[in-house]
Every structure is written in C-alpha cells, then in structure tokens.
C-alpha cells in the first residue's frame, strides 16, 4: 500500500546493528503522535510485525493485556517487533507479548502545558474538565471540580503517571515519588522529554541505530492556538500534578546527563542536520510549510482527528509529486488512527483488499 521505497540520503558507515524490537509508551498529550509516525514509517517500510490493538488502543483506560493484542494467543504465540499504541503500561502482560531483547522508551512532557493541553483535548470526556466553568477555574481549585473515581477523569490528575501504570491519585510522597521513578528507570531504556523534541530524536537514533531520515519528522496532532500559561498557571498545574512534576524533573536530568555524555556539541551539530533534512524534505513534501486545519485538507486519509469545538492541525502533500516520493511524504503526515487502519488491513486482510489499498493510495490527490 506504501511502496517500500527510500528516497533518502546514503546511510552511514556504522558498526552498530539497527534494533526492531521496540515497545513505545505513548503516553498521552506528549508529542507520542509524532513519534509514532516515525515507528509506524520504519516498521512499514522494513516490513516488521507491529502488536496491533483489536481496536484503536489496547482497550485504554484499563491496564494492557496481552489478549487485547489481535491475533495473540497463549497457544501459537507470534513473533512481534513493535508495540507502540495507546496503553495503560503493564509490564507483565507486555513481556508475554514482546520479545525479551526488546527496547522500551517512552516520552514525558511538563504537566503544566500537558494539563492545558489535556484539557480542552478531553474537556468532553473527563468530568473535572467539564464541569469547570475555564481552564482559569480549573488552575486556580482544580479539587473542587475533580472527582477523582469517574471515568477518564485520570486526564485531569497526573497523566504520566496513571500511562505509566501507577495510582495516580495516590497522595504525593516523597518516597511513594521515588519508587515510581526508580520503576521506570528499571523499565525503560530510555525517556525521552518531548520540550526538546529534536535532541530526543537524536538519542532515539543512537539509542537504536537508525539513519537520520529515520527519525525526520513533521509534527503532528498539534492544536491550533494552545493557551499561553501564566507563571502562577504553570506553577499552580505542577502542584496539582506532582507526581508527574517529580517525575519529569528526575528524567529531565537523565536526559540531559545522556546529551552530556554524547556530546554537546556532537547534538548541537546533529540537532541542526536534523532540521535542514526536515526544511528539505518540507520543500519536497508539502504544500505550505505551515499546517493547517483538516477542512484544508482534501485526502481524507489525511485528515487528522478533530475533538468537538477543536481543531487539529494536519499537513498537505503537494499533487505534483511523482509517485515514489509521494508515498514517502505521505507517510510522513498520514495521522496515527490512519496509519493504524493501514497496517492493520496489511497484516489481517486478504491480498485482493491489500492491493486494492495500495493502488488507492497511489491515487491519492
């Protein structure tokens, strides 16, 4: 359906061997839609086996188990190599399923502008969001309006915490704190921080020994005209949050104790290798350097997601492209429920609707 091709730069010399047994923590309202385009293009395009839910996440907000994988069973286990959608994070049930060499690696962001974010991202769903009058409401007595045992109102009270698998109303403790972080320390092989997107990309790329195209990307799922947070908003939403606020501020240092290691000015030189390949490849790619919003976009396998009284922003490929770098830019901006459609039809479905799907996608536009 996606032409396996790569119009890429000649990769480098390395002596390192690319991993492809990955398992992702997407965690919500973290950048994770972005980094999923990027597994999601490297699986397809390596022809790798992705654990894909039975429906759009492995049946969020309940904990993953390995039955809610389609096609797993106990009996005639498969073999997978990524695990990357939405999940509550189980480690015992992820292990049935993926390989035991497998790399783990998730994505943290300040919980003051993943609060904002979260907010009127799930202001439909969550309880709290709704029943307070504004976000300003909601920063300045967050307890009045939470009700902390209602369904989806976990987006309201330490996110990270609650994807990563923990109780995240639990009272904050300096020791209870401590614990959930040395937990994830031991799991993951690394946690990305997603205010310095671009130097995640980097380590990411080292960590898994990939080629810089592997890890260009143009961002996706962005909302149009985010809330600019006051310092008192921000400081207010980190208390609220405090779990995750501990937790990011601790992997916030091993971060940046890891881009010490590899180098400043190595990242420094990286980071901006990075951004040229994007600037040429959004040149080749897309129509505008802007995003713009899904009404904009006339392929609806392009249209992202739009929450009610929102809009998502997306990306439009120019018609002009020939066929082989079209499906390159393609993949590069098709959003996450999409992709998820495509590849569970590659994996499910019979050879007559593959084909069908791909001489559609080579008409697209």
Same mark, same amino acid.
């Given at each position: 359906y996606f032409p396996s091709v790569r119009c890429f730069s000649p990769p480098l010399p390395s002596s390192c061997q690319a991993k492809t047994h990955i398992v992702f923590l997407k965690i919500h309202k973290t950048a994770g839609?972005?980094?999923?385009?990027?597994?999601?293009?490297?699986?397809?395009?390596?022809?790798?086996?992705?654990?894909? !839910?039975?429906?759009?996440? #492995?049946? $969020?907000?309940?904990?993953?188990?390995?039955?809610?994988? &389609?096609? +797993?069973? =106990? /009996?005639?286990?498969?073999?997978?190599?990524?695990?990357?959608?939405?999940?509550?994070?189980?480690?015992?049930?992820?292990?049935?399923?993926?390989?035991?060499?497998?790399?783990?690696?998730?994505?943290?962001?300040?919980?003051?502008?993943?609060?904002?974010?979260?907010?009127?991202?799930?202001?439909?769903?969550?309880?709290?969001?709704?029943?307070? !009058?504004?976000?300003?409401? #909601?920063? $300045?007595n967050p307890s009045k309006y939470h009700q902390p045992? &209602?369904? +989806?109102? =976990? /987006?309201?009270?330490?996110?990270?915490?609650?994807?990563?698998?923990?109780?995240?109303?639990?009272?904050?403790?300096e020791d209870l704190a401590s614990e959930g972080v040395r937990s994830v320390e031991k799991?993951?092989?690394?946690?990305?921080?997603?205010?310095?997107?671009?130097?995640?990309?980097?380590?990411?790329?080292?960590?898994?020994?990939?080629?810089?195209?592997?890890?260009?990307? #143009?961002?996706?799922?962005?909302?149009?005209?985010?809330?600019?947070?006051?310092?008192?908003?921000?400081?207010?939403?980190?208390a609220w949050n405090a779990l995750d606020w501990y937790l990011y501020v601790y992997f916030n240092q091993t971060f940046w104790d890891k881009v010490e290691r590899f180098g400043r000015k190595k990242m420094n030189m990286e980071v901006t290798r990075l951004r040229k390949r994007r600037q040429q490849l959004a040149e080749l790619c897309l129509e505008g350097m802007d995003p713009v919003g899904a009404n904009q976009i006339q392929e609806k396998a392009l249209k992202p997601y739009q929450p009610e009284n929102l809009t998502i922003l997306g990306w439009r490929v120019k018609n002009t492209l020939g066929p082989t770098a079209k499906a390159r830019c393609v993949?590069?901006?098709?959003?996450?429920?999409?992709?998820?459609?495509?590849?569970?039809?590659?994996?499910?479905?019979?050879?007559?609707?593959?084909?069908?799907l791909h001489k559609w996608k080579e008409g697209l536009g």
């Amino acid at each position: 359906y996606f032409p396996s091709v790569r119009c890429f730069s000649p990769p480098l010399p390395s002596s390192c061997q690319a991993k492809t047994h990955i398992v992702f923590l997407k965690i919500h309202k973290t950048a994770g839609s972005t980094v999923l385009n990027i597994l999601h293009r490297y699986g397809d395009e390596n022809s790798l086996t992705f654990a894909l !839910p039975i429906s759009n996440d #492995f049946n $969020y907000v309940s904990y993953f188990h390995s039955n809610n994988v &389609k096609g +797993f069973t =106990h /009996y005639k286990r498969k073999s997978y190599d990524i695990l990357c959608h939405h999940m509550r994070f189980n480690l015992r049930e992820v292990k049935k399923v993926m390989p035991a060499d497998s790399f783990y690696f998730t994505i943290l962001r300040d919980p003051a502008t993943m609060a904002e974010s979260a907010f009127f991202y799930y202001r439909k769903a969550c309880i709290t969001f709704k029943n307070s !009058p504004n976000l300003t409401a #909601f920063i $300045y007595n967050p307890s009045k309006y939470h009700q902390p045992n &209602k369904l +989806f109102n =976990h /987006y309201a009270h330490n996110l990270m915490w609650f994807d990563l698998g923990f109780n995240h109303n639990a009272p904050f403790t300096e020791d209870l704190a401590s614990e959930g972080v040395r937990s994830v320390e031991k799991t993951f092989n690394l946690v990305l921080i997603a205010e310095y997107f671009d130097e995640s990309m980097i380590l990411l790329k080292e960590e898994l020994c990939w080629e810089l195209d592997d890890v260009v990307t #143009f961002k996706l799922n962005s909302r149009a005209k985010p809330t600019q947070l006051e310092p008192e908003d921000i400081k207010r939403l980190r208390a609220w949050n405090a779990l995750d606020w501990y937790l990011y501020v601790y992997f916030n240092q091993t971060f940046w104790d890891k881009v010490e290691r590899f180098g400043r000015k190595k990242m420094n030189m990286e980071v901006t290798r990075l951004r040229k390949r994007r600037q040429q490849l959004a040149e080749l790619c897309l129509e505008g350097m802007d995003p713009v919003g899904a009404n904009q976009i006339q392929e609806k396998a392009l249209k992202p997601y739009q929450p009610e009284n929102l809009t998502i922003l997306g990306w439009r490929v120019k018609n002009t492209l020939g066929p082989t770098a079209k499906a390159r830019c393609v993949r590069m901006v098709t959003p996450e429920l999409q992709y998820l459609y495509y590849l569970d039809t590659w994996h499910f479905h019979s050879n007559s609707i593959k084909l069908a799907l791909h001489k559609w996608k080579e008409g697209l536009g």
